[in-house]
């Protein structure tokens, strides 16, 4: 997930033009440049090594897992696993993400790398139409994956394990407005200009909220919807922490965030009563991440040991505090205070890979094209 990234520029208010943002790329934090390999986070931070170590685990993941040191579980999963297991780990972050794996394996250069940790559904389906041989290899035996709470699975062919899990949903500042609750209430004239989201083509929570319109109105219906919305004067930023930023700034009363968003707000001291959740609809776009490694990864019993240790209860309630995210185990360890700052909806939903594989792109090409010409 993108949102922790925002603790290294809270307060910032920044708004990017929409032109630029479309492409194969999914990231909500990436820009153009090179693979960042660390013993060092992508912030040049260092973590630590296990010097001497008897192995070394290279793992691919999204920058923020790893660089905002107020609440990213990457120094403190690092620290603990190389304790453990007498193995070093490096953190991997690409700043395309997943797509920096795709390219390397449409030119036929080495992974350099031995898992992915951040997979979602719309990744799979973008390395199944975009590569003839497969990315990544069966999950096999991995220690915990039988505790996975049900429903959270989202690859059919066994690729990839959750670890966590969020759900998309409004944010909104109630000392300033009153979110509506459906997704018809954010056309009311009471709240135009109200709505701060992000931009599908760019940014992941952008692509779920984009999602749960099309799970709403249809395939035939949800660009009716968005047309409705700009006439409302929704604003469209780049990536979740433009669009955080900007509301945080007092830019709107809400934005399109998470529901674990009063947990973020907690730990911050911040004023609850400003960071209300709203499902609309009584719904939450359902978000689960994703473990998986590297078909032929050169370390790949110590990657499927790496996922069982993520796994585990201490660790699954550590990444979810961190992580500002839901477990995806049953057993997770956690706060006695963290159900009631995390809101789970009423109703998840959300679309499995069959229903995207083939269609998710084109919904989000047909929506770039109608916003960009309104």
């Known amino acids: 997930m993108d949102r922790r990234s925002f603790l290294t520029a809270a307060g910032a208010t ?22 960042n390999t660390d013993e ?22 999204y920058s923020a897992f790893v660089d905002s040191p107020s609440t990213s579980p990457g120094a403190w999963v690092k620290q603990r696993f190389e304790e453990e297991f007498d193995a070093r780990l490096i953190w991997q972050t690409p ?45 096999g035996d991995v220690a915990g994956q039988d505790d996975i ?13 959750p670890y966590d899990t969020g759900y998309i949903s ?35 929570t952008g692509r779920a909220f984009l999602l749960h319109t099309v799970k709403q109105f249809g395939p035939d219906g ?34 399109v965030s998470y529901s674990t968003d009063q947990v973020f707000a907690d730990q911050n001291d911040a004023n609850l009563e400003e960071h209300q959740i709203r499902f609309l609809n009584d719904q939450g776009y359902a978000n689960p991440e994703g473990m998986a490694v590297f078909d032929g990864a050169d370390t790949p019993d110590l990657a499927r040991e790496f996922m069982g240790f993520l796994l585990r209860p201490e660790i699954q309630g ?26 789970e909806p009423p109703e998840p939903v959300t679309f499995g890979y069959d229903e995207l594989k083939g269609s998710v792109s084109g919904w989000i090409s047909d929506w770039e094209r109608q916003f960009a010409s309104n």
């Open 222 to 255: 949800y660009l009716d919807y968005w047309s409705d919305l700009q006439d409302n004067d929704v604003r469209v930023l780049g990536s979740w922490s433009d669009a955080y930023s900007a509301w945080s700034g007092g830019e709107a009363p809400m934005v």
């Open 318 to 343: 550590e990444i979810a505090v961190r992580n500002v995210q839901f477990p995806a185990t049953e057993s997770a360890d956690l706060p006695e205070d963290y159900a009631e700052l995390a809101q």
């Open 170 to 204: 409004l944010v909104f500042d109630g000392t300033a407005t009153t979110a509506p609750e459906t997704f018809d209430g954010l056309l009311a004239e009471e709240h135009a200009g109200d709505l701060i989201t992000q931009n599908p083509a760019s940014s992941a």
């Open 40 to 61: 060092s986070t992508a912030s040049g931070t260092s973590t630590g090594s296990a010097d001497g170590a008897d192995e070394t685990l290279v793992v691919g993941t």
């Open 14 to 35: 920044v708004s990017v033009s929409f032109a630029g943002c479309a492409g194969l790329g999914g990231s909500d934090e990436s820009s153009t440049g090179a693979s």
């Open 95 to 139: 700043s395309n993400e997943v797509n920096h794996y795709i390219e390397r394996r449409n030119a036929g250069v080495d992974i350099e790398a031995d898992m992915y940790l951040g997979l979602n559904t719309d990744h799979l389906v973008r390395v199944d139409e975009n590569l003839d041989d497969g990315l990544f290899a069966d999950v």
């Open 149 to 161: 709470k049900s429903g959270l699975q989202f690859d059919p062919d066994g690729r990839a394990i």
